[in-house]
């Protein structure tokens, strides 16, 4: 019961704080793609997503993930909502259980998908393996949370959509069982 108590109280001071990442507020750095640089290469899109986490998790020494169609429509149909907000936010927890997410939003072709993906498996960098959630050197969790869901050793399975508006890409992948765990470990 103090465990939850703990998490509740970290996620009701987590929207005070004026030290948070850009996404955290819904907002982004505009991009441009340099002149001549070539499209953005959306092929294999599901195998290069796969690989992508099967990377971090294999060096994280977590077994892969297999890729879940109805995960991957879950994302899909919630790209639509992100657009039309224009920033980030994560969806309803209730409409989506049993399902954890992380979600990346860039400039229209200007980030390849495994820049994306990047971005998450960039949080490594402050990621102290130990119970959730004190597992970043910078003592804010969020820090590492879209890593840390990428490596949870209780997920097994990923799927994942990537939305295209007129201004935006939003990369959305949703995972089963979810991560983040309060009072479990994270290698």
């Not at 224009?86 to 309803?92: A, D, Q, T, Y």
């Amino acid at each position: 019961m103090r465990l939850v108590a703990r998490a509740l109280a970290l996620l009701l001071v987590l929207p005070a704080c004026s030290d948070r990442p850009p996404w955290a507020e819904g907002k982004m750095v505009r991009e441009q793609r340099p002149a001549g640089a070539p499209p953005q290469n959306l092929a294999n899109l599901q195998a290069r997503l796969l690989a992508a986490h099967d990377r971090e998790r294999a060096a994280a020494g977590t077994p892969p993930l297999r890729w879940d169609p109805r995960l991957a429509a879950a994302a899909a149909a919630y790209g639509p909502v992100l657009a039309a907000l224009g920033k980030l936010v994560h969806s309803p927890p209730d409409t989506r259980p049993g399902q954890g997410e992380n979600l990346w939003m860039g400039t229209r072709g200007a980030f390849s998908l495994e820049e994306m993906i990047g971005s998450w498996a960039g949080e490594k960098s402050l990621f102290r393996p130990g119970i959730f959630p004190a597992v970043s050197a910078s003592g804010s969790w969020s820090d590492v949370g879209h890593y840390t869901q990428m490596i949870w050793p209780g997920t097994s399975a990923l799927g994942c959509a990537l939305y295209r508006s007129r201004q935006w890409d939003f990369l959305i992948c949703r995972y089963a069982p979810p991560g983040n765990v309060v009072g479990q470990r994270v290698p």
